[in-house]
């Protein structure tokens, strides 16, 4: 079986980190927001799974890209993106906001970071924002500007990740509350940090502005971690399955809208902010939703998932799963599917082919119990 590999150009980007983690050992790349994105280091799969969930990584999610809205009608432009009502949104706090189109799919499911009322950050999944924002200001008269900045994050995840951050930043980093960020200093410049991360282990996202001090940051992780048994990483396909975080691209696109993906409680419909997509949302709430996002447990001990594979019931067809991996916690294949209804109600057992061999699983909630 031959290696293959990645052609990097200027229009797959890579990122501030990518001469430390090639030196660090990564292994794979994946492609995301036109950037280079680590996808595995030399350890296992389920090495680097136990690790996470016992002790620190540093990841290298530069790829999570920004779009910067900024001006007088940036609040109406950020809002009428996005279902979630940011009317009474906070400085300094970040939000969770599915991204929808006319009819209510999904654009993207951002992290949105609000400055203030004329400043907001839009921390993207992996489609182009920036076009769509673009074309709604220009098509509203919006009077903004929209730009990507150079900002590269890395991630600091894991359990003992605040006992690192503590040896950096002081006990002051302990204090930052759950989707809060906060300017740090560190050797003279200052680091926008977020209590965020695409893991359910705790952490931090650090927003790196300055390069050359970010580097030096990154740096000093390693030097400082020895303790904590820190090692770099990236985001996690066991980790984030069994915690039921979401993957644009792969669990959901632009054919689902968000009561479909289970995020009914960032859908405002009852009240007069404007938002595209609005009257259809309330036209799909109202005759009931076709197929929603449900997790699901396979009597099997591996798969490799490069596409969906349907799921049936007596030969018929009742939804296809869209993520999926060998899950130690678990003891068997744990996935992310869309199943359509009535059958998300019902949780019945149901067939699949892996492998070209027959195994059976159940409908389940997200996040697994």
Known sequence: MHNQYVAKSRRLRSTIYSSRIENQGVTSYTIYNHMLLPAAFQDSIEETYNHLKNYVQIWDVAAERQIEIKGKDAYQLVQLMTCRDLSKAKEGKCYYCPIIDENGGMINDPVILKFNQEKWWISIADSDVMLFAKGLAI????????????????????????NLLEKIFGKEILDLKFYNFKYFNFNNSKHLIARSGWSKQGGVEIYVEDSQSGLELYDLFFEEGKEFNVKPGCPHLIERIESGLLSYGN???????????????FVKLDNDINFLGKEKLIQIKKSGIKKKLMGVKINADKINLRSAINLTID?????????????????KVIGIAMILNPYFLKKDQFNIIIDNNLHTGEICEIPFV
């Open 251 to 265: 669990d959901m696109d632009i054919n689902d809208n968000p009561l479909e993906c289970g995020m009914d409680k």
């Open 139 to 162: 098509g509203k008269k919006f009077e903004v500007s929209i730009s990507e900045p150079d900002v590269n994050i890395m991630a600091v995840q894991g359990p003992k990740a605040f």
């Open 315 to 331: 030969d018929k067809i009742i939804g296809e799963i869209r993520s999926a991996c060998y899950s130690p916690t678990f003891k």
